[in-house]
Nanobody, 127 residues
Framework: QVQLVESGGGLVQAGGSLRLSCAAS????????IGWFRQAPGKEREFVAA?????????YAADSVKGRFTISRDNAKNTAHLEMNSLQPEDTAVYFC???????????????????WGQGTQVTVTS
């Protein structure tokens, strides 16, 4: 069973950047696809980005984050990252990483695609 711990959240001004990390333990990290989701106050949790086992395949939420966010992973360090640039107040949310044991070419874009979740890290962007 995989345990996930997010870090790197914080308070940042609009236009700033943050790098979130997701540290995994308890499983062979390279067997798990990783996704990032976020949940703003009063809203449903939404997909942000996902990455395949090797990192060769990535997927991003259309329009809202594409071009500003970059997902990556380091299988040797059992860690995934979400690099967030040009942050805007509407990016304020709790960000969660998620994992699922997967096939090499698959990335999930919905919550139901994942069965392991971290506790989340708060990102607050001020105007």
């Amino acid at each position: 069973q995989v345990q996930l711990v997010e870090s790197g959240g914080g308070l940042v001004q609009a236009g700033g950047s943050l790098r979130l990390s997701c540290a995994a333990s308890g499983g062979t990290f390279s067997n798990y696809a990783i996704g990032w989701f976020r949940q703003a106050p009063g809203k449903e949790r939404e997909f942000v980005a996902a990455i395949s086992l090797s990192g060769r395949i990535t997927s991003y939420a259309a329009d809202s984050v594409k071009g500003r966010f970059t997902i990556s992973r380091d299988n040797a360090k059992n860690t995934a990252h979400l690099e967030m640039n040009s942050l805007q107040p509407e990016d304020t949310a709790v960000y969660f990483c998620a994992a699922v044991r997967s096939s090499p070419m698959r990335v999930g874009r919905t919550m139901n695609d994942y069965n392991y979740w971290g506790q989340g890290t708060q990102v607050t962007v001020t105007s």
